[in-house]
């Protein structure tokens, strides 16, 4: 079967959504029949198909057109990007805020950490989708806020999130009780 890349390239950004729908279908499918095992597994199935569309919204939201310069590589907490100028490695347990600068074209990631230059990475770059999880395990990140804010296209960067200060409770050593 042919598919111009245009098209395959959209039905690859929004594929968890599109799996999500043809679950659903299946399921009301099934729903409809409630003969037996199927009908309890029907209303199961629903559910989770609704949950996939959801993820897949905001994944869809997030991957660009790629083809951009570089690669970025995320595996156990480390971003890498490999660019043809720069490139560097972080782990996200030590980076401190998360940037999105508009004011470059296309527009970069900054992932600041203590004591490094900050990782410039383009949000176009090869398997820049991969930084959809790994900033959504970032404590407090407001996912829609980030999408928002990529889909405005601020001419200006624009802090995602920080990591907030340690509180004195929290840098007291734990005594024994």
């Known amino acids: ?43 199961v199935m629903l559910v989770g198909a609704g949950a996939l569309i959801m993820v897949g919204l905001q994944r869809g939201r997030f991957r660009g057109a790629g083809g951009g310069l570089g690669t970025v590589q995320v595996d156990e907490g480390e971003v890498t990007y490999f660019g043809p100028l720069s490139g560097g490695s972080v ?7 998360v940037t999105l ?32 999880d790994a900033f959504a395990a970032l404590p407090g990140l407001r996912t829609e806020r980030m999408l928002a804010q990529l889909r405005a296209g601020a001419g200006e960067p624009v802090l995602i999130w920080e990591r907030s200060a340690p509180t004195l409770a929290q840098m007291q050593p734990r005594g024994r009780a």
Do not use: C, N
């Open 91 to 97: 782990s996200l347990r030590e980076v401190q805020r």
């Open 101 to 132: 600068d508009g004011a470059q074209s296309p527009a970069h990631w900054r992932l600041d950490q203590p004591h490094h230059p900050p990782l410039m990475i383009p949000v176009d770059a090869d398997g820049a989708d991969a930084l959809f």
């Open 1 to 43: 079967m042919f598919f111009r890349s245009e098209a395959k390239a959209t039905l690859w950004r929004w594929r968890e959504v599109l799996a999500g729908v043809a679950l659903a279908i299946l399921a009301l499918w099934w729903l409809a029949q409630a003969r037996g095992v199927l009908g309890y597994i029907a209303p």
